[in-house]
């Protein structure tokens, strides 16, 4: 299993990186799925060098699969790499205590 960090901290982060307030943190390590898999993402117009890397690469966040519990499929064929990164995210929800 990989630490997909706090979820509530995660899903702020995520909705900050969509504002275009920052980008999205992914600790991708040596995983490079997203990269090499042909998973279809949308594009739009901004640098392409890695600082300052395309809208998408700002903001998207292959745990947001783990988040939702989705299998990464298309037309059917899963996308073995991003699926097998996805199946090891496991998110932290603290337990809130009823006072």
Do not use: N
Request: aromatic share 8%.
């Amino acid at each position: 299993m990989l630490d997909a960090g706090d979820f509530a901290t995660w899903l702020d982060d995520t909705h900050a990186a969509l504002r275009g307030q920052r980008g999205a943190d992914v600790p991708c390590g040596s995983c490079i799925a997203c990269c090499t898999a042909s998973q279809f993402i949308h594009i739009g117009p901004a640098c392409s060098i890695y600082e300052h890397r395309l809208r998408t690469g700002r903001t998207y966040d292959c745990r947001v699969f783990a988040a939702a519990d989705v299998d990464p499929v298309a037309d059917g064929v899963e996308k073995s790499l991003i699926a097998q990164q996805v199946r090891r995210w496991q998110f932290t929800v603290p337990v809130r205590q009823h006072q």
